[in-house]
Nanobody
Framework: VQLQASGGGLVQAGGSLRLSCAASGRTFSNYAMGWFRQAPGKEREFVSAITRNRATYYADSVRGRFTISRDNAKNTVYLQMNSLTVEDTAVYYC?????????????????WGQGTQVTVSS
């Protein structure tokens, strides 16, 4: 699976962005999809995931502000990010996972996109 993340950018605190991750190469609907982020000097952390059956999971830090969704017809997963804060500044990565479990663990994922920068200014 090849993954291409897009939609990052510079936004003021309180604003919104929608990230997209387009997949190609394998049957997208067979994969759970996740979003992770990595800020400078920090480890990569789980943000959100959606299973093949569309069950969704969120990190506590983003629950209620971010929404993950998928469109299997378009082979794309989205991350709608609202009420952004400076703490959300990071490179955001999408990833695909065949098994569908332990979705908060980056080492469980089989494929990764290249990342898209999100910068939130105060």
């Amino acid at each position: 699976v090849q993954l291409q993340a897009s939609g990052g950018g510079l936004v003021q605190a309180g604003g919104s962005l929608r990230l997209s991750c387009a997949a190609s190469g394998r049957t997208f609907s067979n994969y759970a999809m996740g979003w992770f982020r990595q800020a400078p000097g920090k480890e990569r952390e789980f943000v959100s995931a959606i299973t093949r059956n569309r069950a969704t999971y969120y990190a506590d830090s983003v629950r209620g502000r971010f929404t993950i969704s998928r469109d299997n017809a378009k082979n794309t997963v989205y991350l709608q990010m609202n009420s952004l804060t400076v703490e959300d500044t990071a490179v955001y990565y999408c990833a695909a996972e065949r098994g569908g479990w332990s979705l908060e663990r980056p080492d469980q994922y089989d494929y990764w996109g290249q990342g898209t920068q999100v910068t939130v200014s105060s």
